[in-house]
């Protein structure tokens, strides 16, 4: 059908941005908000927004002028009865989304689609409190919306055929990149991104490395244009906490359940950026970092990123009585420790992306030695990330089991292997999608990597997903695609 009037309910920073994107784009818009005062501030919302643009080159004022007279501002819903499509972005409160459907539902006409902005809420119980369950959809655009590509189409079980593919093609319309998928908790984006940053937040109060350790390993690591405790902040603590709840009420997947240091924060109010601190703010002043003494080194076993070489040409000298002995690995060093003379010495080191050392101290290990292994990885310019003795160290640890689940994600259906890899790279602005990241480290290599995961501590979603372990044993070394 021809969308040319679209009614947006709730004009919050979001709800508003998603007006401005229609009318960007041509259509006539109904905004509604439940008052006055909730509608001045809309009216706020769209006037700042495009004023921005204007002031940053983006959009002249013509152009602005022409936006806004597109947008019509009412308290009033019985307003949308022409509307050919009505999207609600009202707050994340099932009930609330579900009292609205059925009012757009009495209101607009039989044709008229109905759209959840939702990020994890399921679509298919607003799709059942109407009479037209047919004519509901998911379309969760991402904030802020005027700038943000994606936009995530969701279709349910009872979605009329097609009617996914004429909202994606909306979106292109509007200059969104759609990607199409099931009704399932958190869609695409969130289901992948949130366990992720709940999964840091355990390493954390599990004391398996600090905060500053794990936002450098995964900036400077692995490469993501953000850390999980400084992304965590700029979403705000409450939605992580309450999309990981809608997560744990689909799944029961404890690894879904929130954090309990994530628990603390939100009950505390320390929301993030949004309240001032989070897990960033209110700084201490740092204290400089004790520096060893170290002047030797040893290296036990192989050396396949030329730690030794790299430490020599900087002016160290190895020893068999050094004071801090190097172990190249990938996995725990402890059972290698136990058979030196000296296992307070040993620090197990991984190189990960050529910027960042994992340094993995043991229970024997000295913290003199840890020192030492510190400040040795920063004179050959590497970053120390300091963590404890723990298969998959910091990087590994978050980033295959996220990649796993986009596997599980893959195999149960409801998203394609493109979707996915576009979802991730536009909904979070990471340089590849897991799929493109798969093949990149290597099938066999995440594979193993899991499988070690797994014996350690026994979480059954850190098992290889079938799909991964045959392509693996099938010699394969990317994803059948289309």
């Known amino acids: 059908m021809a969308f040319e009037m679209v009614g947006v309910v709730g004009l919050g920073t979001m709800g508003a941005g998603i007006a401005e994107v229609f009318a960007r784009a041509g259509l006539r818009v109904i905004g509604v908000e439940a008052d006055a005062d909730a509608l ?25 002028d022409r936006i806004l007279g597109l947008i019509t501002l009412t308290t009033s819903r019985e307003d949308l009865r022409d509307a050919d499509l009505a999207v609600e972005a009202i707050p994340e409160i099932l009930d609330h989304k579900i009292g609205l459907f059925r009012d757009l539902d009495r209101i607009c006409k039989p044709q008229t689609v109905l759209a959840t902005n939702t990020s994890s809420l399921p679509v298919t119980a607003l799709a059942a409190a109407t009479g037209r369950p047919g004519r509901v959809v998911g379309m969760h655009f991402f904030n802020p919306a005027p700038v943000m590509k994606l936009v995530e189409v969701v279709g349910t079980v009872v979605t009329d055929d097609g009617l996914p593919a004429e909202i994606a093609e909306l979106a292109a319309r509007l200059g969104k990149t759609p990607v199409t998928v099931g009704d399932r908790a958190g869609f695409v984006v969130n289901r992948l991104l949130l366990p992720y940053l709940n999964h840091a937040a355990v390493l954390l109060e599990q004391c398996v490395a600090g905060r500053d350790d794990i936002d450098a390993a995964m900036t400077r690591g692995a490469g993501l244009p953000m850390g999980p405790f400084q992304l965590l902040d700029l979403i705000g603590l409450d939605t992580a906490y309450e999309v990981m709840g809608v997560l744990f009420d689909e799944t029961r997947d404890r690894r879904h359940a929130p954090a309990p240091l994530l628990r603390e924060l939100v009950a505390a109010r320390l929301l993030g950026r949004k309240t001032g601190r989070g897990f960033h703010g209110d700084e201490p002043m740092r204290r400089e970092p004790e520096k060893s003494s170290v002047i030797t080194f040893g290296v036990d076993g192989p050396d396949p990123a030329g730690i030794g070489e790299r430490l020599r040409a900087a002016g160290f000298k190895s020893s068999d009585e050094p004071d801090v002995i190097l172990r190249a690995a990938d996995r725990p060093v402890i059972e290698h420790a136990v058979q030196l003379r000296d296992p307070a010495k040993l620090v197990g080191v991984r190189v990960v992306g050529d910027r960042v050392a994992e340094l993995a101290a043991t229970i024997l290990t000295s913290p003199e030695a840890a020192r030492c292994a510190r400040d040795l990885m920063k004179v050959i310019g590497l970053t120390p990330v300091a963590c404890r003795d723990r298969a998959g160290f910091v990087t590994d640890a978050l980033l295959y089991p996220y990649l796993n689940d986009a596997v599980r994600m893959y195999e149960s259906g409801y998203a394609s292997i493109g979707d996915i890899d576009t979802a991730m790279r536009l909904g979070c602005g990471y340089p590849a999608g897991p799929f493109e990241t798969l093949e990149t480290i290597g099938l066999a290599v995440v594979r193993d990597g899991l499988r070690a995961l797994y014996a350690e501590y026994r979480e059954p979603a850190y098992a290889p997903a079938p799909l991964l372990d045959q392509l693996v044993t099938a010699g394969v070394r990317a994803f059948p695609r289309p």
């Not at 009216?43 to 921005?52: A, D």
């Not at 643009?53 to 004022?61: N, S, W």
């Open 40 to 64: 001045a501030r809309g009216r706020g919302h769209l006037e700042r927004s495009t004023q921005r643009a204007v002031d940053r080159g983006r959009l002249d004022g013509p152009g602005r």
